[in-house]
Structure formats: structure tokens, C-alpha cells
């Protein structure tokens, strides 16, 4: 019997989702919860990676067990008191026995949190990045991604991707009342530090080192060496996964304020 599960972390604790020897991970520490209380394995595939420190405000992962769960809300009580208080499941659904939480996943989403001044109280999920920035400069450059599908210049070196082609729907900034900039990029997937280069090259246009042309000819030369530091991993949230209605539809409320 598979499942899917709904869940959110924050990473600062923990070595991004995939387990890893000797290092704490979110899908170990989901996937030993689980097995103490189904009482066997319960090996879990998540929808994506993401890395050390990096925060999912929604996440999707699936796992089998070869009976039926009796009492789903009961399980999931006891899984989120068993787990750490920095991770949080929201949902158990049973799903088709072929429903793959990544392989069905169609669209994900990112986004990326830049406050401009100092905050003690959110110092661990922004950025907090005091120098000026145009977010003109900064949207009509991050718009030039979707004439792109190699993004070979936001890849990290000896990743072992089988490709670096993606194909971007959507990448706008936008700023809120109290001056938070929010980066969201949506596509249909990611290379590993891939947002977070692009947010520290688009910081770099954001406060007059590059031209929104110059970033153009940064994507187009698909050379790492080209394009900014990446930006730091506490700013980052994985905050959609999207799958084909027939495969899963989400269950939870998305709360603007309550991804951060």
C-alpha cells in the first residue's frame, strides 16, 4: 500500500532531505519515526532534493507499507510527536501503487527571501542583505530565464546531472509591505544550487555589477566561472510541488505568511 505525505522543515539542522552516512538528514530522521511506528521499514522517495540547510514550507515524499494504515490521523499524531520540532507532517493520503512523489512531480517551486535590514527573529529564513537593491533591474533580468532551457552557468560542479536542461515557467521578485524582497521561480525541475546561484547573480544586477544584458550573456555562455557566489541556503524554501490531478492534488493551505 503506497502513501503520500505532506510535510515541512526547516534545514538549518539538518544535511538537506537525502539520507546520507553519518550526517542527520530529513528523510532519515522521517523514515526512522515511521519505521518505530509501522513496526518495519518504511523506506520513503521524496520529490526532490534539497540542500544542507535549505527549508521545504511544503514537501512531498511516499512510502509503502504492506498493510493498510487502520487509523491515518492516529498515525499521523503519533509521527509528528515523535518527530523533531523542526519537522511537521501535514498529511497521509493513500495513492495509486505507481504514484511516485518524484518521477509524477510536473512543476516545483522556490522561493527565496531577502529582508534589508537586520531582523534577530528571522535571521535563520532570510537573507539579510543590506545593500540597495533595483528590483526592476532585478525582475526585467530574471525574466530573460524562460528564453533559456540550459542553465549549465547555475550548476554545481560534479553534481552528476544526466542534464542541465529545464524549462522555467515563472521567475518574478516582489517586495511587501515591510520591504521583504521574495524571489519565486517555478519549472519543472532544478539542478543542485541552482536558485541560489540565480539569486546571487540577480543580487549582483539587483546592486549594479551587471547589466540585465550582462546576465543574459551570463545564462546564454553556460559557463559556471561566469555567474555570482550562490546566495546563502537559510533564505531558501521548496514551497510547491505540482502533480497531475489524476496523481495527487494538495491537500494543505497554502499560507502566504505561514512559508516563512
Not at 512531480?105 to 535571521?123: L, Q, S, V
Not at 537593491?133 to 552528476?160: I, P, Y
Not at 541560489?196 to 546576465?215: N, Q
Amino acid at each position: 500500500m503506497r502513501y503520500f505525505l505532506e510535510l515541512r522543515y526547516l534545514g538549518g539542522a539538518y544535511c538537506g532531505w537525502q539520507r546520507q552516512p553519518e550526517t542527520p538528514t530529513v528523510q532519515q530522521a522521517l523514515e526512522q519515526a515511521l519505521a518505530t511506528l509501522l513496526r518495519e521499514p518504511a523506506a520513503t522517495t521524496g520529490a526532490g532534493r534539497t540542500d544542507t540547510g535549505v527549508n521545504a514550507s511544503y514537501y512531498v515524499a511516499h512510502f509503502d507499507v504492506s498493510q493498510p494504515v487502520a487509523e491515518p490521523q492516529q498515525l499521523l499524531r503519533k509521527l509528528n510527536f515523535m518527530l523533531p520540532g523542526d519537522i511537521a507532517v501535514d498529511s497521509l493520503t493513500p495513492v495509486a501503487a505507481d504514484a511516485h512523489a518524484r518521477f509524477d512531480a510536473r512543476e516545483r517551486e522556490y522561493r527565496y527571501f531577502i529582508e534589508p535590514c537586520k531582523n534577530p527573529f528571522t535571521r535563520h529564513l532570510s537573507w539579510q542583505y543590506y545593500v540597495p537593491l533595483d528590483v526592476g533591474r532585478m525582475n526585467e533580468a530574471a525574466a530573460m530565464l524562460a528564453e533559456f532551457d540550459d542553465f549549465t552557468s547555475f550548476a554545481k560542479l560534479n553534481s552528476n546531472n544526466k542534464t542541465n536542461i529545464c524549462r522555467i515557467m515563472h521567475a518574478a521578485w516582489t517586495v511587501d509591505a515591510g520591504g521583504v524582497l521574495c524571489f519565486t521561480i517555478r519549472a519543472d525541475r532544478f539542478l543542485r544550487n541552482m536558485v541560489r546561484a540565480v539569486v546571487g547573480t540577480l543580487v549582483d544586477v539587483g546592486r549594479g555589477r551587471y547589466s540585465p544584458e550582462e546576465f543574459r550573456a551570463i545564462v546564454a555562455s553556460r559557463d559556471l566561472s561566469r555567474s555570482s557566489a550562490g546566495a546563502p541556503a537559510q533564505g531558501l524554501f521548496l514551497s510547491d510541488v505540482r502533480y497531475p490531478a489524476e496523481v495527487f492534488e494538495r491537500r494543505t493551505f497554502r499560507a502566504e505568511r505561514a512559508e516563512r
